[in-house]
């Protein structure tokens, strides 16, 4: 249960990192202290980081049929980084990984700052212990704590493959408090992973045409980590016969691909003209 001295510190963090020098600069002559909007302008959107989920030791969900997440993030990533390449060759394109390889959760948020992304994409499939199931469609989440059961629930399934990973201990602290200071420290980027998300889930309805279970928020580990904005896309459910054929296909993985990148365009627009 949260009390009140936490709130008291969430709103000192808040108002610390919402400090009035953030948003007006005052004239030399203080007498006058005019206040006066900044004119900053925002960074272009020149390197944008593609997370492909899950990797090598670590095969992600598993369809009914036996194909394997980490294939289909795979596939849609590279597919995603080609169209890119093509539609904004100014712009850098990172990857996680590009093949199949194990690569820890700490390690993407670290090769996203450390190539200074601006934009920080995840690719996973969502999943049923039950196969096949009748759930289905796409959602795409941003960082905050879980306000639903089946978002905490999406996230735990996520987080869990941490199991593979030889300090797992270094997530051990990581709670609903983290990611509610994480976001409110990272307020201007969570606005921001709220747009992208918003239009990823309308892209992909044009593009995909699935059912869009639409934005959600929950405290997945691989996005505390990548500090910029950033958003985890649940491509479709692969213990789902139907999305599983559509995530296999080579054709529905590219409509995932085109989806995005509209989304993309969509946001750079924002992005740079905020
Ligand atoms: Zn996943």
Redesign the pocket.
């Known amino acids: 249960m949260l009390k009140f001295p936490f709130f008291a510190l969430c709103f000192f963090l808040f108002n610390l990192n919402f400090s009035p020098t953030d948003y007006y600069h005052y004239s030399n002559d203080d007498t006058t202290a005019v206040k006066t909007k900044p004119k900053k302008k925002h960074p272009k959107l020149d390197v944008i980081v593609l997370d492909a ?2 990797g090598g030791k670590d095969p ?2 598993i369809g009914t049929k036996g194909y394997q ?1 980490k294939k289909v ?1 795979l596939a849609i990533v590279l597919k995603l980084g080609e169209l890119l390449k093509t539609e904004f060759p100014e712009t850098e394109v990172v990857y996680t990984r590009k093949s199949d390889k194990f690569i820890e959760l700490y390690r993407r948020g670290e090769i996203a700052n450390e190539s200074k992304g601006k934009l920080f994409i995840s690719i ?2 969502n999943s049923t212990p039950e196969k096949p199931t009748k759930a289905g469609g796409m959602a795409t989440y941003i960082l905050r704590p879980g306000k639903t059961d089946a978002a905490i629930k999406v996230a735990a ?2 987080n869990a ?1 941490i199991e593979y990973e030889k300090n797992k201990k270094r997530y051990d602290a990581l709670s609903d408090i983290d990611f509610i200071l994480t976001s409110m420290s990272r307020s201007q980027d969570v606005k921001f992973s709220e747009k992208f998300a918003s239009f990823v889930q309308k892209e992909l309805k044009k593009s995909v045409g699935l059912k869009s279970n639409g934005v959600e928020q929950a405290g997945f580990f691989v996005l505390v980590g990548a500090s910029m904005p950033n958003v985890l896309i649940e491509t479709a459910y692969i213990s789902n016969l139907k999305e599983e054929s559509l995530l296999k296909s080579s054709a529905g993985q590219l409509k995932y691909a085109k989806g995005i990148l509209e989304a993309i365009k969509k946001y750079k627009e924002v992005y740079e003209g905020s």
Do not use: D, K
Request: aromatic share 0%.
């Open positions: 989920g899950h992600g969900a997440e993030t996973h499939c399934r996520e493959v």
